[in-house]
Each structure stands twice: as C-alpha cells, then as structure tokens.
C-alpha cells in the first residue's frame, strides 16, 4: 500500500441524511472511506451503502469524453451543437420547446447554474428535477401550510420525542444512520414509544412499539380520524390556534365527515388499534410526525401531508424540541434543489415563480434578459409533452427517467421520437444514454466539489479526492459552457464552485429582512478558500448575524404566508387514482432496497452491496402466491396495461393480502424484463404533480419455466440468451441467475457460450448430465483456476449462490477438487457463508446462524462473535430474525 494523503472531509453521495465522511487516498490511487465523528447527521456512523463507496469509483463504464451521434468528438463541437441546436429551437418553437430534466444528485452549484440558465435567460419555466417524484408533495403541503417550503424540526427532535410516529417510512432500509440514532435514542429511553404506519412489516416497523399495516393509500382517513379525536378529547392549544392559524373549522369539518368505523373499513385496521395510536397521539406532548416516500409519492400526497400538519398545528406541537412534521428526504440533495429552485413551479432561494415581486428580484439579480413567468412542465408532463412534440429538444442530466418515471416505456417512446436529446451522465451505457444525440462526460462522486443540504437544512461541502479522469467535467462547467455559448458569456463566466455559491448565498438576502425562510447571505462575500474550509451549518444565516446550530422554525407562531398564519387544510379521504379490477386484483408497491440505490449506476458496481438481495424480486403474501399458483423462489410475470416484468417471488407474511411489493432499482442493464417502472400508474398529484408510485393494480402469473439456472463467471457475458436472466457482480467475476421457457438444442453449446469459450480454447470443461432429472452441471477451468460454473435444473437450482461465486477466486489445483464443485455446496473444509447479511463487514447468514446456535442469544452477542450488525445497523432486524429461527429449531 502507497503512502497515505491526508484525510478529506466530504459528504455521502446517497440519501437524504446527508452524512459526513472522511476520505483518504494513498499513492498507489486506492481510497478508504469511513464515517466523519464531527459531522452532527452521523456522528461517524455510515450505512452499507456509504462503507462501500470506495469499491465504486472506478472507471470501468465511464463515460470519459463527448460522444455525438455515436462518435466521439471534443468538447468544442459537442457544446456547441447543444448550444446551437437549443437556440435554434428556441427560435423557432419558442422557449417552451426546450426542457432541462435534472437530479437530486445534483450538487447545489449545478442546480444553481441548470436553473439560471433555463429560467431566467432562456426564460421558460421547464426545468424539472427527478426529485419531483420523491418530495414534491411534501414541499406543496409545506407551502399550503406554512406559506413557504420549509422544514420546521432538525434530527435531534427524533431522539428527543416521547413518540416517534413513522409514516410510509422504511427508516432502516432507506435512511440507516437515523433508524441507527432513532433506536440508540430508543436504547437510552426504553420509555420512547415507536409507532410504525406502512402496509408492510418492513425492518423498520420490527422494531416498533405498534406496527399499523393500514390499507395502501388511506393515510388521509387515518390522520382525518386523528384530527377528529384530538378535538374530541380536548388536545386543542387554543392560544396557538387561535393567534397563529387559520382554517380550522373546515378542516376539522373534513377529519369529521367519516365515523371512526368507516376509517376502520377504509384502512383495514380495528378500531381498537385506532383507538390505540390516536390515545397515544393525545397522551404524549413531545411528539414527532417523521414521513417519507409512502406518503409523498401518492396521487393525493399532498393531503396526506397536509392531513398530518394538520394534526401538529391543532396541538401546538411544533417547532420545539422533540415535536413536529418532519420530512425524511430522499435524495443526498433534493432539498438543495429545492432552496435553488430546481423544481418547475420555483425560483431561486425559495422565491415563487407566480409572484412578480420575486420574478423582478431574481431577474434584476440576474440581469436576465427574460425570466419565466409561470410555471414549467412537471416530470410526468415535461415527457409526455415531449412526446407529442410541444418539446423539442430535452437536456436529461444524472438521472435515467427511462427507468425510474412511471409508465416509463411511454418515456422511452418519448425519447426514442424526440428530435433532439442530450445525456449528461457518468456511465456511457444506461437505459436514458442510449436514446442520446449527445453524450457528456460528467464528474462523480470524488470527483467533483461543491455543496448539498440534508434533510434537516444542513449545508454541507461534498469535496473532490479524485483527478477529474478523461474529459469528465463538473455539472456547473458543462451548463455554463452552453449558456456562454447561446450568448450570454457575462452571465456563465464562472471558474469555480465558490463563485456560485457565493453569488446564490447573495440572492438570498435581496429584500428579505426575514420576509423569507431561507436565507444564507452571511456567506455573500465567501471567498474561495473559505469555501474550501466551509463546515456544516443549518440555514437560515442571514448577513450580519451568527450561525444558530439546531434552529428551529415556528416555535413563535410566525409563518410565511401573508397573515404570517399557518393554514389548516381541509383533506378530505379520495381513493387512489387507479383501483384493482378482476383483471388487475392485487395492488403494486413500489421502492428501495437496503444496499441499493435509484438504478444502480453506483451501487450495482459493489460485490458486497450485490450479495445481499442480487436478483429483483416480487414480495407477495402466502395466501396470494397460493390462489395464483406461485410457489416460494420460482419466477413471477407481473403485468397490467402498461407492460409486464419478470420477477423473483419472495413469499412471506410480511406483505399484506392483496398488495405485492417490487424493487424500483433494476435496469436492463442488469436483468432482462424487471424494469418495474413500466408498469407503474402515471396519475399524479393535482398539486405536487408527484407520481402514485405506491399504488398500481396489477395480475400475477407464474413464468412457465422449462429450466432455471445458476452461473457463476470469470467475465461478463457478451449476450444471453434467456428469457429471464439477472446479472450481478462478484469479488472474482459475475454471478447470474437464468431461465427460459424453452429448452436449448445442446446444453454443452450453451454453456460455452455462457462461458465464452471458444472452440480452440485449450480450457478443461466437465460436465454432470442427468437427461431424466433433468440437471445439468458445468465447470470450466483454465489452468487451476475457475472461468465458470453452470447448475440447470427444471425447478430453482438448490446451489449456495455466495459459495459457487466464491470459488471464481480459489484454486483447483487437484480433479477432486474440481469435481467437487460440480456438487454445488462447499465441504467441510470450504465453510459455506450463505448470503450476505451484514453489507458492512461482508457476514453471510450461515455465520450468523452458526453463532446464534453456538449460544449467541441476542443481537449484541452475535455482533461481537461475527461484527454483524456493528456498523449501520439496517441488519440488526435480520439478525434477530435468525437467532428466534434458530431458538425455534431447537425448541421444535
């Protein structure tokens, strides 16, 4: 190993808890990445996915220098064809025949520059962000009450509340590091009460006090009762109320509309677990509303939201210590692009596009020749108006909208008929780049320098470790490169970061005094080296005034609406846009697995993150999977109107009768049909425009499958040719699962084209037949050492999946060795770790199980016999799981 640099302070590029890391690399180019103890998101702690960060920055599938029209140019010619044809276009369709589709990963320089360059010089309001399907409802449901998108509470409210009320929230899978504050917290105050509303017995809600499995999408009806028995018991702050808000009356109308029994029927649950949670609520004054993409992503997200403010304005229960709404975020930077105006329906520094006031103080700011004067195509609109034509020419950056947008064959129709699309990416292969007239090399994570804010209006400095490589360039280089050349030099002569920070931080103290919440213009004058050395902080910090650490919104009752009054909403229930049919009986629900992340550009590039879930996969309940004939690990045709998929089926009581669940992160670039996007219903929200993403009717029918199998690989494949195949790194190669419904003509032939074999190659190739069973078996060996290994059989190959992808790194020295692998399960000598559980210290369920047999009877016992569980935590829930099947064995 080289010697070692100095460490860096930076920010984790995954979700919204906006964790600080510390990062160092040696001479010899190989990082280390580990949690920053003065970071106050994490202190130090990281999840599976941000431990692993070091494993995914390498340049295999970058996209390393422009490329037009499938040839690669230089910077100067691919620039200026976008800033010629975009001009063009503009001339001739108008401003609004252009669109800018940005992303959450973003940092807030890009954004900055991205929405500068579409909003005030070429003046139309359509640039949107893939943020808009994760928490545009909570920023409509935070406007409609609050008058201004803010976010009232800060982290420490979660370890400080009596009651912790987690709504569509997978906190331990989605945001590990604060389901890990939120349970020390727990640890230290057994007396906390964790109450866990999702329809799915997630990790999460195993670690609840009571575990509410309502009914997908009835949120409203559950909060509207809650609303109702508040009043009914007095939990009124009647001074609070009655100086500082507005709209009570009829929103309390609306909560009373439905009777306790019909909230019951309308959400499944009894009206004693009604009565349960809504004492609770009442009892506890400390208490913390934390919600997330199960209330956002909805066709009425936005009243969901408004349905649990409601609850928190009635009581007073905001802006203090320990008690508010709180919107868990999804994206490392969805709220920067919020402060920045990133969405289609906003200004810069939270200033509103439909107010003339903020269109004067950003255009003069600016010194734009134009500003957009109302609002852009939303997500789902922006493409489908590239579809019919009314948008021309579409700049898609960091984002793959052909997999992760609803309906998403429409948007790849859309793209595939657009007359003129660009791509900034990191890779040169996605489902989006494919559609691209123009490729541009973006920087990545470690590459690149600038800011992002978390979930809590924390700032923090995501900094550069890592050579820009090839021609990559940052985000804010790339657009303000266009912008110069569309004729606006003055305007996009930026020559780094620090210049747009500072220039934004100034915008947002332009006639503000504190008529508006956010407001960091105390680093107006920030120079580079200050930016350089810039630590955390929370907005707001307003010029001329020190920086406040935990601040707090509302506490004192004043708002930003005109009043300076919240606003009760009044929510009545609706029923979600698109119901169940005979022909469509169960409800989809969509979302994020534990150590993945969006479409897998970064993580699916990890060994370890692949091991513990490689394959996507259908979660359906046991009664389900028997009325349709599916049985427990055989494949699954999922499929409506829109499209179809081929799934993995996950059998277990943790999915509600009725309802099945699918990871939204598989491409085609990773398994043949799992592009579950396709199938999802496009109906939005009438405010947010965000996408019903957790509820779409869909039928389940098994795959006729004449075999299946399993292969483990020295390389990637060239081509497969299966019906349904998954594809997955390994430490040493690939593992790949396959099946079909037809049989190949020689299974010998198949498996050297599998193996990529070629008829000279001087490789020893054994094989087992079995023609009756119906089993074959392959291993190919080049000198002692593994190329590849095939197990078919007509049902799920019963072989150690972790063991035979293992064994790409061993040798074989001996034909007993070999021979041995064609068994399919490791010996004595070779100790099988089964799949992997902890993604933090790499320990298979195997190891676990072993240590719980061997004595270890608690979580804690297992992590000091194994360190699983000792990091993140997300696998603590796994890990009890094990030890009680084992305790039950051996009870049995």
């Known amino acids: 190993m080289g010697e070692a640099a100095p460490e860096i302070r930076s920010t984790c590029p995954y979700c919204g808890v906006g964790c600080g890391l510390r990062v160092r690399r040696d001479s010899d180019g190989v990082a280390t990445v580990r949690g920053d103890e003065a970071h106050p998101a994490n202190f130090g702690r990281t999840c599976s996915k941000g431990a692993a960060l070091a494993e995914t920055i390498g340049l295999e599938g970058r996209l390393l220098h422009p490329v037009m029209d499938g040839v690669r140019v230089g910077w100067d010619a691919a620039l200026d064809r976008v800033a010629e044809v975009f001009s063009d276009t503009i001339a001739q369709h108008g401003p609004d025949s252009v669109a800018f589709y ?61 009651l912790v009320v987690l709504v569509g929230s997978n906190l331990a899978w989605c945001h590990p590091v604060l389901f890990q504050r939120l349970m ?22 195993r670690n609840a006090d009571l575990h509410l499995a309502l009914k997908p999408g009835s949120d409203v009806a559950l909060f509207n009762g809650l609303l109702a028995h508040l009043h009914e018991q007095g939990r009124i702050d009647n001074a609070f109320v009655g100086s500082h808000t507005g709209g009570m009356e009829a929103a309390l109308a609306a909560a009373r509309s439905l009777a306790q029994a019909e909230i019951a029927a309308i959400t499944g649950l009894s009206q004693t677990e009604l009565r349960q949670f809504y004492d609770l609520f009442a009892r506890h004054e400390r208490v913390v509303t934390a919600y997330s993409q199960g209330v956002n992503q909805s066709s009425n997200g936005t009243d969901k939201v408004n ?5 928190h304005l009635f009581t007073g229960r905001i802006g203090r210590p320990g008690m508010g709404p709180f919107s868990v975020t999804g994206q490392p930077n969805a709220m920067g692009g919020r402060e920045v105006g990133g969405l289609a329906n906003q200004l810069a520094c939270h200033m509103e596009l439909d107010n003339p006031d903020h269109r004067r103080i950003v255009q003069d700011f600016w010194a734009a020749p134009r500003i957009a004067d109302r609002p852009g195509l939303k997500a789902v609109d922006l493409f489908r108006a590239v579809k019919d034509g009314r948008v021309k020419a579409v700049w898609i950056a960091g984002t793959n909208p052909v997999d992760s947008l609803p309906d998403a064959d429409d948007v790849q129709a859309a793209l595939q008929a657009c007359p003129f699309v660009v791509v900034s990416d990191v890779l040169q292969v996605t489902d989006t780049a494919r559609h691209a007239h123009v490729l541009l090399p973006a920087a990545a994570w470690g590459e690149k320098d600038g800011t992002v804010t978390n979930s809590e209006r924390r700032i923090s400095r995501q900094r550069g470790f890592l050579p820009l490589p090839g021609e990559a360039r940052p985000d804010w280089w790339i657009f303000a490169q266009v912008g110069r050349r569309m004729g606006w030099p003055d305007a996009f002569a930026y020559g780094k970061p620090a210049e747009i920070f500072a220039e934004y931080a100034r915008l947002s103290g332009v006639e503000n005094q504190g008529r508006r919440d956010f407001d960091i213009s105390a680093l107006g004058d920030i120079t580079p080296v200050d930016y350089d050395a810039l630590m955390p902080f929370q907005w707001p910090w307003p010029a001329g005034q020190p920086c406040h650490d935990a601040r707090r919104f509302f506490a004192d009752g004043q708002f930003y609406t005109p009043d300076r009054k919240a606003r009760f909403i009044a929510t009545p229930w609706r029923a979600a846009a698109e119901l169940p049919t005979e022909d469509c009986p169960l409800v989809l629900n969509t979302g994020r697995i534990r150590d993945q992340w969006h479409t897998m550009t970064r993580t699916g590039r990890s060994p370890r993150l692949m091991g513990h879930i490689a394959e996507p996969f259908l979660e359906i309940h046991p009664a ?13 045709v999922l499929r409506n109107q829109r499209g179809h998929a081929i799934l993995r089926a996950l059998v277990g009581e943790e999915q509600q009768r009725g309802t099945v669940f699918a990871p939204l992160h598989w491409t085609d670039q990773f398994s043949a049909k799992a592009r579950i996007d396709a199938l999802v219903n496009p109906a939005t929200d009438p405010v947010s425009g965000q996408p019903e993403l957790k509820f779409t009717p869909v039928a389940v029918q098994p795959y006729a499958a004449a075999w299946y199998g399993f292969a483990a690989l020295r390389n990637k494949p060239a081509s497969l040719d299966a019906g349904y195949w998954t594809l997955a790194p390994a430490r040493d190669g690939w593992r790949l699962e396959l099946a079909d419904e037809n049989l190949p003509r020689d299974w010998t032939a198949f498996a050297r084209m599998l193996f990529g074999i070629a008829e000279a190659d001087p490789v020893e190739l054994l094989a087992y037949h079995d023609a009756a069973a119906g089993q074959h078996r392959f291993a190919a060996f080049r000198g002692d050492h593994l ?97 009680d099947g084992i305790h039950i064995q051996k009870a049995g």
């Not at 389900?624 to 699954?636: E, K, T």
Request: with cysteine.
């Open 624 to 636: 389900d999977a028997a009325a349709h004939g599916i049985a427990p690990a055989s494949l699954v």
């Open 184 to 205: 020390a917290a727990k640890t230290e105050r057994p007396e906390m009460t964790i109450v866990v509303i999702d329809p799915r017995r997630t990790m999460t809600a």
């Open 787 to 883: 190329i590849g290994a095939l197990f078919v059989a007509p049902q799920p190959v019963a072989v150690s999946r972790a063991w035979a992808a293992e064994q790409l790194g061993a040798g074989f020295g001996t034909a007993a060795e070999r021979l041995r692998l064609l068994a399919g399960r490791a010996g004595a000598e070779q100790p099988d770790r089964g799949a992997i559980v902890c993604a933090c210290f790499d320990v298979g369920a195997r190891q676990i199980a072993a240590a719980a047999a061997g004595g270890c009877q608690t979580v804690e016992a297992v992590t000091v016999a194994t360190q699983a569980g000792g990091n993140c935590g997300s696998c603590r829930s796994e890990i009890r799981r094990i030890i």
């Open 307 to 311: 349905a649990i403010i409601n609850c």
């Open 102 to 162: 940005v992303s959450g990963q973003f940092l807030t320089e890009d954004y900055y520059v991205a929405n500068k360059l579409m909003k005030g010089f070429i003046g139309s309001g359509n640039i949107d962000t893939n943020s808009r399907l994760c928490m545009a409802s909570a920023v409509a449901g935070h406007k409609r009450a609050f008058g201004s998108d803010t976010v009232p509470g800060v982290y420490d409210d979660l370890e400080q509340a009596d």
